[in-house]
């Protein structure tokens, strides 16, 4: 009877473990994500900041 006890817990602890891990996995994939998301943000920022200063570099060329 012990043996049965001992192996439904150890079958209880190792499903309590795949699943910590299956939601460890999920949130580094979205942790991931989000860093992804955030590169390309700062990239399109700083490509809009760019273009805006070409333009103004071609109306102060045109003015002169």
Known sequence: MNRLVAQAKSRQKMKRRKIVKKRLRKLWRKRKLCEVV???RERQEF????????QEKEAFEYRI
């Open 47 to 54: 490509e809009d900041e760019r273009q805006k200063f070409e």
């Open 38 to 40: 955030k590169k390309e």
